[in-house]
């Protein structure tokens, strides 16, 4: 089944403490993104990756890193989480960008103490 | 910089009635996308739009999109309680791969 998957899905942490949300899609996509959901702000892009090792900020990178170093994998590192980064996330792949709809993951919804 | 802006923001419709939904988006672009999120669930793409005047259709939902006045429709014909969700437009900067999307309309369809 064709699908983006991420880890976890729920996840409490505290303030500092290092975390990685996984991103992973079977569908051999080239583009995948991040996003961040809060309420009244829609969605906001985190970060991108147009393929392997090809990465770019979104409009909120500020707090967030990633790696791409396989097609498959894209995932979200807080070094140093804040409460502010309380959200819910969302991983997406598309085949390309521009012109292809993009497929979303479940969801991890973070909440930082 | 390139702003995306819904409206309504709620919506509240009874059964059977028509109605749009606005996406207006402050720069250039011929790229956006509409997605459907149900409470608790993840985005799910129902229309992309690529060119000036360009309109999809499935079920009841009708898409268009105008790019010289920067501006996409949802509309919703005969509405059923099944298409109670939230609803996003998403644009696509253009000359950059980002994505930027609307606040989101959240429809309740009453029966």
């Known amino acids: 089944e064709a699908q983006v998957t991420q880890n976890p899905r729920y996840l409490i942490t505290v303030t500092g403490k290092k975390l990685t949300v996984t991103c992973s899609q079977n569908m051999n996509h080239e583009y995948m993104s991040w996003y961040r959901q809060d309420p009244g702000l829609g969605l906001r892009q985190i970060y991108y990756?147009?393929?392997?090792?090809?990465?770019d900020k979104g409009d909120v990178p500020e707090g967030y890193k990633v790696s791409r170093k396989e097609k498959r994998n894209f995932p979200l590192i807080l070094e140093s989480p804040s409460p502010n980064q309380t959200s819910l996330y969302f991983c997406?792949?598309?085949?390309?960008?521009?012109?292809?709809?993009?497929?979303f993951g479940p969801g991890t919804r973070l909440l930082v103490l | 910089e390139l702003k995306v802006e819904q409206n309504p923001l709620f919506l509240s419709m009874q059964e059977g009635k028509n109605y749009t939904i606005y996406c207006n988006y402050s720069?250039?672009?011929?790229?956006l996308y509409w997605y459907r999120q149900d409470p608790g669930k993840s985005l799910e793409s129902l229309f992309v739009l690529l060119s000036n005047g360009a309109v999809k259709q499935e079920g009841r939902l009708m898409a268009s999109l105008d790019t010289k006045a920067r501006l996409s429709t949802l509309h919703i014909t005969a509405a059923v309680h099944d298409l109670s969700a939230t609803y996003f437009c998403a644009v696509e900067k253009r000359g950059a791969q980002k994505l930027v999307f609307g606040q989101g309309t959240r429809l309740t369809i009453n029966p």
């Open positions: 720069t250039t672009s011929d790229r």
């Open positions: 990756s147009m393929n392997v090792e090809v990465t």
């Open positions: 997406a792949s598309s085949l390309s960008s521009g012109r292809e709809t993009q497929y």
